[in-house]
Structures are given as C-alpha cells and as structure tokens.
DNA sequence: GACAACAGTGTTAGCGCTCACATCACACAT
DNA sequence: ATGTGTGATGTGAGCGCTAACACTGTTGTC
C-alpha cells in the first residue's frame, strides 16, 4: 500500500511493480484476453498492494464515455418523481451507469435551461427528464442539451420519446367505477395547471362522464398538496350546503384526497355513505386511511426502468452510427384501479 | 455552428476561429483577469458560433477535480431521506458540484460495500451516507472508500463526521407531552431494529418515562410501512381487550401512526377520546388526517445543507493541505413537536 | 536612458489512460 | 530453410485541457 512518493498509484506504478508495460496493465484491468495467466496474476498483485483504482477521468477523456447518466426533476420529493428517480438509479447502476441528478427549484423555463447546460456541461451520455409539465418538455424539446434525452410523462407532439404512465385511461376507470356504483355525476378535484398529469387526468374524467352522458360539473383546481385538497374539499361541502348534489369526487392524487377526506369528516359527512371520494398514486397509506382510498395505482418503478431501456437504446444506435430512432416513441405504462372503501354507492 | 469535420469543437477550433491561442480561449472560459477585451468578445464570439462547450473531463484529468459529491443513500422513496437528498443536491449545486447517487437495495454490508467502491471508481471528491442504519456506519467507517465521508444520522463512536435530527430530544418531547395531558404511561411502536433512528426514538420514549417514573410497557417493533403500524395498531387493541391500560401510543412515524389510527379506528376506540396517538417525521399529510396528527417535525432540508457544509469543509481542509479536522463532529438539528388533534387527556 | 514591473499573449509539457501498431517468440505448414 | 499464423507483450501517440513559464510591448521610476 505504499505507491512511490505517496501519490495515488497510477498505473504506471502497478506496472513497475508488476515488472510489466503499463498496456499489460490496462489489459489485465479490462479483462483483455490473451494475457498469460500469471502474468494477470503478477499484476492483480501489485494492484492489490499499491490500492490502485483505475482512474475514471483518464479512462473517459480517451474513450470518450463519461458512463454518466443525468436525471432533471423537478421535485424528487413527491411520491411519483422519487420512485421514478429510484427505478431508473437502480435500472442504470445494472448497465453500468453512473446517474447525476438535478432538481428544479422552480418550473421556470430558465431553470430547465440551466439543469440542462449543467449537465452538458457534465458530459453525461444521455439524460432522463422527468418533466411533468408541458413547458418544461417544450424548452427540452427545443434546447440544444444534453442528448440523447429521454421524458418522463412528456406530452405528445414535443418530438421527444416519452415513457407515461395512462393517466387518462387510469382516470377513466375511476371515474367509470363511480358512475357504475349509480352517482349521477363525478366532480373533480384537479392537480395545478400545466401538469401534463392534471390536464390527461383531468381529460379522462371529463372524457368517461361524456360518454356516459353524464352533466360535466365545474372541476377545482389544486396543487397537489394535501392544503389544498382540503381547502377545495370544504368549497364542494359549501357547494352541497348550497343545494348541489356532490355524491362522487375524483381527487387528482392521493394526498389532496387526504384533505378532502378530511374536510368532508369535518362537515359531518360520511365517506362513503355520502360522499364518495377517488384519488390517484396509490400511495403506501392509502389503503390504511379512514376510510381506506379508492385510488389508483401507477407502476414508477416500471416507469423509471422502462425510460432507461428507451434511454440505453438511443446511446447504443448513436454509438453504433445507426439512423436515429424516431423521436416520437411513446411506451405507456398501464394504471390499475384499486377499489377500497371510500367507494360506494350514492345516497338515496 | 459548424466545427471543421463535424466533431464536437474543442478549444483548438475556438482558439483558431477566434485568432488566438487554446491558452487565451482557457483564460477566457475560466474568467482570468488579464485578457484584453476585445480579446474577450472575439473568443466569446468564437466560442458561440461553435457552441463550444468546456469537455468536463479533460478539466478534471488536469485539475485533478471532478466536480462530483456522491451520495449514498439506503430508500430513497422514504420521506426523510428523499428530503434530505433534495437539500443535499440544492446546497451541492450552489457550491458548484455535481451530485451522484447511489441507492441500496438491501442493507447487507456487501451491498454498502459495492457502493462505495462504485464511487470511489467514479472519482467522487466526497460522499455523503444517508446511513441511518449501524451495520452500514460501521461498514463505511471501516472501509478504504470514499473520502472525506459525512454520515448523516450516523449513531457515534463511529469515527465520522456526523449530522443527524436530535431524535432523542424530539421522542422526549413526545412522551412529556402525552405524560403532560395525564396519561399513566405511553406505549411504543417502534421502526425496525438496527435502525439508528428506531434506537434513539426509543431510547428517548424510555428515558422520559422513566425520568417521569412511568411503568415502561413492552414496545412493539414495526417496519415503518403503515401495514405494520395497522397490524401492530391492533395488537395494541388486543392487550387493551386483555386488560391492560393503553390510552397512549407514541410511534416511531407518521405512516405507521396512520395504520395505527386506522386499527384503533376500527376497533371502535376513539382517537384522542381513548387512546392518544403521536408520531414522528411530520409528513405533509399528517395535518390533514383524522384526527390530525400530533408528531415531531424533522427539518430534512437543514440535515442536507448541514452535512454538505461539513463535507465542504472537509474537502477544503484536504485541498490546503492543513490538519485532518477531528472525526468526531457531530451537528445536531432540533426536533420540533406539533401538537395536533391527535393526543388528548386520557379518559377518566 | 536604463531598468523594473506588469499586462497580454504564446509555447510547452504533461494529467492517466486507451488505441493502433510494432515486436518477438514459437508453433505449424510448406 | 522459408513462410505464415497467432499468442503475449511493448511502444508511441494523443484524448482536451490547465499550469508553468517564456516572451513581447508598454508603462512607470529614478
């Protein structure tokens, strides 16, 4: 463990040692073949008593792979984003990438532009973004960053492939379930404009009540937070309290229907003898709220892993000089609904 | 936009376009003083004609900087550890680094291991170990792996710097104020053994009721997932059953407490009418449960630029070569109690 | 007027590694 | 004996950048 003079070893040093080239070296290090066992030996030795590592800095500037993977998120503290970021870590580490995160503070467009030059400027191989909204997509689409340049959830027409989850679809079966168990109508609870995720989500249900036939009342709209879900949820108590029937709600993700939940517990309702009450992630507590959500459940960790099968496809056609994929790919996720006991039939 | 032969542009082409030396178009990119300024705006011109960018890694072979913290981190998907990497990535992007991340998958000392070897290859300048398990300090703190190497919520004697929640501080707070409101004793659920936090929440619980003079009743152990609070929430309601006085529960966290609530929910008891619950980590949705829930708010954010601040420190110290500062720092971040709808004196 | 000081620029030598190629010994075929 | 192939190794160049130093020309100082 002693490298001359107290350097890190380099691989000169491992070579001295070994009393072979630094090339015999690189070759033993990269699992070369047609070295003689002994001499792969000798050098495994010396590598053993120096503490060599290979230096990876040295390694990419030649071979031109910096085997680093950028993530842009937004916040990775929300439930969908940080399982998401967790799929594709692990799905990278399994093909030997390195994963560089980024998340926004704001969604502001410069902001994006920054993540996005802070990573080329990293010169990752590729990036993951997971970009909920419609114009963080856009300002990716159009920027000239980091490539190739995989989005989470990114809306149709931006140019790039998109790995979703079928908000709509999982909408659909929601409010579907609802209208099934009798409820004249479904009222909605919206996540903040210009989240990809609130405007399909939003679609779906108004899609589904028109195909029923269904009046299509005015949605609310919140952001995500479980405030918010109860402030909107004591505006539907008042809106009750002002002679419209609200028997059904479909709440854009699980923690605002928290909220609701709780403002509706406060106005003496019942869920669900008189309110019935969807929601949407599936998060871990949901089935353990009283009553247990109705909600519906998205597969991240297939999203995390399946944008970075789409992201590794791309870096491996670039690298073979292949003609670029098409760039309007779109692998959809399915949504499960899972039916528990804030569903139920509507009051007489 | 056009460099000679479609390769990406390196200084050479800006330094030629530009009518002056790779050394002046350095200057100019690493803000030296001493270039003229016509200089400066030719080589500006140049370099956005190009769209040059700096190649990070021929930078980092000569400067012998990579510009890259790692972060090892066991769940990611958990509350306090996805709080505390988005501060750890905030504050690390504000100094100018990049951050990588590792997740483990299991908690085997193997797989620590691999992770840190895996950031040593890439050449981190620093690591920060959302560690909050024994087994996993020890095995960093023994290991030839990345340094210098923060741990956060490290237990001590471990030999690494160390920032962490004064877990101890805030179950006690906890425990006072359910003894406060008049309960005989207070019950524990408690998170998985080896677990840092699991042990000081614990130890904290016991202390106060001891201090109080308290009969301490067996804890229960969970997993921190609300499946377990629930099943564990009916245990509770089972010795309750047998005869034994529970009118007051302290769990380790909010999403156990929220199994907890459902279990006494439905077992008929009143929540704080019977029995008085409080938990841990203040989770958004904590508020917006029924009933609220009294918990203990941890400031993950601050946990994160805290434990940058000391591993850029370290990295400094190292780089101007002074003294190694002692291993043994410790900053501790206060707990707070909030106190909600969920504790109450116990009935009569 | 001679020398120093300094701003502004260029030249050169690596950082540690991999790639392409050269070399050498030895086998086997002709 | 000459050639050809192949396994095992070494040599040299260069990836794109920065650090150190060398070189100009201008200014200031005595």
Not at 70 to 80: E, N, P, Q, R, Y
Not at 146 to 167: F, I, Y
Request: hydrophobic letters at 40%.
């Amino acid at each position: 463990m002693s490298p001359p003079g107290g350097r890190t070893p380099v691989m000169a040093d491992v070579a001295r040692l070994a009393g072979v080239s630094h090339q015999t070296v690189s070759r033993v290090v990269n699992g070369h073949p047609n070295v003689r066992e002994e001499t792969v030996l000798r050098v495994r030795r010396a590598i053993e008593e120096l503490g060599y590592h290979r230096n990876s800095t040295a390694r990419a500037l030649v071979t031109r792979r910096t085997n680093v993977l950028g993530v842009i998120a937004f916040d990775t503290t929300l439930f969908g984003p940080a399982r998401t970021l967790s799929g594709i870590e692990r799905a990278a580490r399994e093909a030997g990438y390195f994963v560089s995160i980024v998340s926004l503070d704001d969604v502001s467009p410069g902001g994006v532009v920054a993540a996005a030059e802070y990573l080329v400027e990293q010169s990752v191989e590729g990036c993951v973004a997971i970009a909920p909204q419609r114009s963080l997509v856009e300002a990716l689409a159009g920027l000239p960053g980091p490539r190739p340049l995989v989005a989470v959830e990114g809306g149709e027409g931006s140019g790039l492939p998109v790995v979703c989850v079928d908000q709509v679809q999982g909408a659909r079966e929601a409010v579907r379930h609802l209208l099934d168990l009798g409820h004249a109508t479904v009222h909605h609870i919206e996540g903040p404009p210009s989240w990809l995720e609130s405007e399909a989500r939003a679609s779906g249900w108004r899609r589904e009540l028109e195909r029923a036939g269904a009046p299509v009342p005015e949605p609310l709209q919140g952001d995500w937070s479980p405030r918010s879900g109860y402030d909107l949820g004591r505006r539907l108590v008042q809106r009750r309290a002002a002679g419209e029937r609200v028997t059904a709600v479909f709440v854009a993700n699980d923690q605002m229907a928290v909220g609701v939940l709780r403002a509706l517990h406060e106005a003496g309702l019942d869920v669900p003898g008189d309110v019935s009450v969807a929601g949407f992630d599936d998060v871990p507590e949901a089935e353990f709220l009283t009553p247990s959500l109705t909600t519906v459940f998205q597969d991240f960790a297939q999203v995390g892993k399946e944008s970075l099968a789409l992201l590794l496809g791309r870096i491996g056609a670039e690298r073979g000089g292949s003609a670029p994929p098409p760039g309007d790919v779109r692998r959809v996720v399915p949504a499960r609904l899972r039916i528990r006991g804030s569903s139920g039939p509507p009051p007489p």
